[in-house]
């Protein structure tokens, strides 16, 4: 076919189109228009009701099953007030294993104070993206503090951990380049991946011999090659070995990202994170990545690492470039609580000392707590959906709140009970935990 042919065919096409465009235009206005849901007979009704999409069903499946069962459902329990090592859901007083709150920051009264003082002069929201109009101080303050707790030159914060994974991975990488993943990675880091069209392969879990198979056979097949782990696993509590991550990345010519969502404030003496429990030299990791919303008990993310990484993202990353400043209030809570973390030690010393007390007793139960490094995350695995969700309720009941981990979050045989610890955990709240875990083992 010609040129000139193509382009007829394209005419005659666009004509058509207007003039189909004009005759309902036309029809429209008179009134006399036929409706169009009389042509939606042929569409099956799974394309267009939301009570027919298969999510929707597996839901209805689990929240039916548990009625049947006559087990109350683990999930969305309201907490009313600061959730620490006690919370109160409903009016019920709980010691509470359910949330990250590893050294006790949020509700603090200078992390609150900060806060206050920041909506008192700054408002709830900047109201703009910052590269527009968004920019405050607050934001400066906070990323430079970030920046020189790493030893490294600069860092970018965003309103969302699990956006700044998606952001920065899909940002930086694009389809002939690969990522190669530990396999339990966090959702949004696979997210990330999967925007970007980068090939991906997982490697097993803390596995480095597995990684380095999948990183001989190909990396001469990709430009740009991505190692990420992350610093301390969620699911089991367990620390990937990073000198020897860095070597291979040197070896190989590739960048590596830790995802330190779990374990900037938990892991090194001070809670520096994975490179101080390692001494490592801050700039052998390519991009540190963390949330604000755990140990430093406000919501986002942030990215640390050299100048040429940050400004990048600073200036074209779309997660950053196209969605709101982070709120005054958030900045300076987690401003506030990292100023907090890095002058009371003390705090990541008792956290320690409580995992590893939690640990010991999980083991003297002939427990099984999987690869956990008894730091702030130690599951039990009980190898059973039902019985994990039938445990968390009974726990419940005697004034212990501990969520269930469930098939699909993990396979059906790893299904768990996970607990969070905190530095506010006494070790009579461990020592009550562990004798109601007996009992109700003991008795079911
Ligand atoms: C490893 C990891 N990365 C990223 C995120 C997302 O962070 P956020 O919840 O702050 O959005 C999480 C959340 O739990 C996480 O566990």
């Given at each position: 076919?010609?040129r000139n042919s ?5 005419q005659?096409?666009e004509k ?5 465009l004009?005759?309902?235009?036309d029809?429209?206005?008179?009134g006399?228009a036929?409706?169009?849901?009389i042509h939606h007979?042929a569409?099956?009704?799974s ?6 999409q298969?999510?929707?069903?597996q ?13 109350e459902s ?16 409903g009016?019920?007083?709980?010691i509470n ?11 603090h009264?200078r ?7 920041a909506?008192d002069?700054y ?8 590269i527009v109009?968004?920019e ?5 303050e906070?990323?430079?503090?970030i920046a020189?707790t790493?030893g ?12 700044t ?6 940002h930086l990488l694009?389809?002939?380049?690969m990522?190669?993943?530990d396999e339990?990675?966090?959702n ?7 925007l970007?069209?980068?090939q991906?392969?997982?490697?097993r879990h803390n596995?480095l011999?597995s ?10 097949q990709v430009?740009?090659l991505?190692?990420?782990?992350e ?6 509590g367990d620390?990937?070995?990073?000198p ?8 190989y010519?590739a960048w ?5 969502a779990?374990?900037?404030?938990v892991l090194?003496r ?8 390692f001494?490592t ?28 990484l ?5 200036y ?7 969605s709101?400043g982070m709120?005054?209030p958030?900045a300076?809570?987690?401003?506030a ?6 002058s009371e030690?003390?705090?990541v010393s ?18 099984n ?5 008894g ?5 039990v695995?009980?190898?059973s ?5 039938r445990?968390s309720?009974a726990l ?6 501990v969520?269930?981990i469930?098939?699909?979050?993990v396979p ?24 109601a875990?007996k009992?109700?083992l003991s008795h079911?």
């Open positions: 076919m010609s193509r382009s007829l065919t394209t005659v096409k058509l189109i207007q003039k189909g004009e005759k309902r235009m029809q429209l206005a008179k006399t036929i409706p169009l849901s007979h569409i099956p009704d394309y267009t009701r939301f009570d027919r298969p999510g929707y069903q839901v209805r499946l689990m929240q039916d099953g548990a009625q049947r069962l006559g087990v683990p999930f969305f329990h309201v907490h009313e007030g600061t959730a620490s090592a006690r919370s109160t859901i009016t019920q007083q709980v294993y359910g949330s990250y709150n590893y050294l006790n920051l949020s509700g009264p992390v609150n104070a900060a806060a206050i003082a909506i002069r408002g709830t929201s900047v109201s703009a993206s910052r109009a968004g405050r101080p607050l934001h400066c906070l990323e430079n503090l020189s790493y490294v030159d600069d860092a970018l914060v965003m309103v969302s951990g699990h956006a994974n998606i952001s920065v991975i899909s694009g389809p002939k380049d990522v190669l993943h339990y990675a966090h949004s880091i696979l997210l990330g991946i999967q970007a069209g980068a991906r392969l997982s490697f596995d011999e990684l380095e198979q999948k990183l001989g056979r190909h990396r001469h430009e740009r991505l190692i990420v782990v610093g301390l696993y969620s699911m089991d620390v990937p070995d990073l020897a991550l860095v070597a291979l990345k040197k070896q010519g590596l990202m830790v995802d330190e779990h374990s900037f404030g090194g001070q809670g520096l994170g994975i490179r101080e429990h001494h030299d801050p700039h052998d990791v390519d991009i540190w990545m963390g949330t604000l919303s755990k140990t430093l008990a406000a919501c986002g993310g942030y990215v640390a690492g050299e100048q040429a940050i400004e990048n993202l600073r074209l990353a779309p997660g950053f470039l196209y709101v709120s005054p958030v300076a809570a987690a401003t609580a990292l100023q907090i973390l890095l030690p003390q705090r008792t956290l320690h000392a409580r995992g590893a007390y939690f640990l010991e007793h999980v083991r003297s139960l002939g427990l707590p999987g690869y956990s490094a730091l702030a995350i130690t599951p695995i009980l190898g959906s039902l019985e994990s969700v445990l309720a419940l009941k005697q004034g212990i709140h969520q269930p469930l098939y699909p979050a059906e045989k790893q299904a768990r009970l996970r607990f969070f610890l905190s530095s506010a955990h006494s070790v009579e709240d461990i020592d009550k935990t562990v004798a875990l009992k109700t079911p």
